[in-house]
C-alpha cells in the first residue's frame, strides 16, 4: 500500500515548505494559523490526517513565536489520530545553547529538543546543527544533514577560480573546511577568534597563507555578519586573490546587510532555510527544497539516506 502522506508548513517557513512539496510531488496540505485579539495563536490542519504520516516544516527562528506555533501544530496532528509526525526543522534555532559556558546559564537546545518530544514528534529531520552533539540530546531519530552537496555541486558546476582554498572564521569550524577541502583536493586555513560578548568580536587572527588563493569561508550561520566580514577583510589583507563565503542559515540581522556590502566579501551564497529580509547583490540563495523532499521519500520507503550525511 501506498504511503499516506501530508506535508504542511508553519507560517516562517511556507515559502519553502511549498518548494518541499512541489518536488515530492503533492500539494501542501492546508492550514490555517486563528490570532486571538491577545496575540494568543490557534493553527487548525484543514485536512484529514488520520492514519498518515504528517511532515511539518518550520525553521526556528526569531520570533520565539515560531517554536510555539510547531509545538501547537505538532500537538493538533497529534490529537488529529495521525500515525507518525515528523518535525522538518531547515533551520533549528536555540542550537547555539548547547552547552553551560558560564554559570546559571540555560542549555537551550536540550529544553526545546524535550519538548519537542513531548509534543509528539516521532522524528527530525534538520541541517547543520551549530553543535553535532545536539543529536544526543533527542531520545528520537534525528536526520542531520549538511548543506555541504548543494554547495559542493554548485561549485562543482559554477567555479571559474584556479586556485581555491578554503576558510573558517574560527576553530570550531575546523572539521567542516577539512572535509571540503577533502572533497575538492584543497587545502585550508583558520581564523582565530576571541569575542569580548556574543554578537561582538575582539580580535581576530589569520592561521595559514592565503597569497594569490581564491578563498572561501565556510560557517552555518551568519548572524550580523561581524565575524564573517573581519575574516574576510583580514584574509584579503593577507594577500587573498578573492574571499566569498558559503553559509548554510541566513539569519542576518542588525547591520548585517550593510557589513556585507561594505567588507571585502564579493558574494555570500546561503540556502534558503531562513528567508531573506531584503535582496542584494552580493548575496546568492541557493534552494534546499529538493534534498528535503528526497529525505522525506526515503524516509517513508525506508531507504537509506546515508549518501545524504556525507560530504
Do not use: W
Not at 526543522?89 to 554559570?103: E, S
Not at 537546545?109 to 522524528?123: E, N, P
Not at 587545502?187 to 561582538?200: D, L, M, W
Not at 548554510?248 to 542588525?254: F, M, N, Q, V, Y
Amino acid at each position: 500500500m501506498e504511503p499516506n502522506v501530508n506535508i504542511f508548513s508553519g507560517r516562517a517557513s511556507q515559502y519553502l515548505a511549498e518548494k518541499i512539496a512541489e518536488a515530492f510531488g503533492q500539494k501542501l496540505g492546508e492550514s490555517e494559523v486563528f490570532s486571538f485579539s491577545d496575540g494568543e495563536i490557534l493553527p487548525s490542519l484543514n485536512v484529514n490526517v488520520r492514519g498518515s504520516d504528517v511532515f511539518i516544516v518550520q525553521s526556528t527562528f526569531s520570533p520565539a513565536e515560531n517554536i510555539l506555533e510547531l509545538f501547537l501544530m505538532i500537538d493538533a496532528a497529534k490529537r488529529a489520530s495521525a500515525r507518525k509526525i515528523i518535525a522538518v526543522i531547515p533551520y533549528f534555532g536555540y542550537a547555539r545553547q548547547d552547552r553551560k559556558d558560564r554559570p546559571r546559564v540555560s542549555i537551550g537546545s536540550k529544553l526545546i529538543a524535550d519538548m519537542l518530544a513531548t509534543a509528539g514528534v516521532s522524528r527530525i529531520i534538520t541541517m547543520d546543527l551549530h553543535a553535532d552533539q545536539i543529536q544526543g540530546f533527542f531520545n528520537i531519530p534525528v536526520d542531520h544533514i549538511f548543506a555541504s552537496k548543494i554547495f559542493l555541486d554548485h561549485l562543482k558546476r559554477n567555479s571559474t577560480f584556479e586556485n581555491v582554498i578554503f576558510a573558517s572564521p574560527d576553530v570550531g569550524g575546523a572539521r567542516r573546511v577539512n572535509a571540503y577541502a577533502k572533497a575538492l583536493g584543497t587545502g585550508f586555513v583558520i581564523c582565530y577568534k576571541q569575542r569580548n560578548r556574543p554578537n561582538e568580536i575582539g580580535s581576530i587572527q589569520l592561521i595559514g597563507d592565503v597569497q594569490g588563493k581564491d578563498v572561501i569561508l565556510l560557517d552555518d550561520i551568519i548572524d550580523t555578519g561581524n565575524t564573517i566580514c573581519k575574516a574576510a577583510n583580514i584574509i584579503k589583507e593577507n594577500g587573498a586573490k578573492s574571499v566569498r563565503a558559503m553559509i548554510t542559515h541566513p539569519l542576518l540581522t542588525g547591520n548585517a546587510y550593510r557589513n556585507i556590502q561594505e567588507s571585502e566579501l564579493e558574494e555570500l551564497f546561503v540556502t534558503d532555510t531562513i528567508p531573506l529580509k531584503m535582496q542584494s547583490d552580493k548575496i546568492t540563495v541557493l534552494s534546499v527544497a529538493d534534498t528535503f523532499a528526497e529525505i522525506i521519500r526515503r524516509v517513508e520507503m525506508n531507504a537509506s539516506i546515508s549518501d545524504l550525511y556525507n560530504f
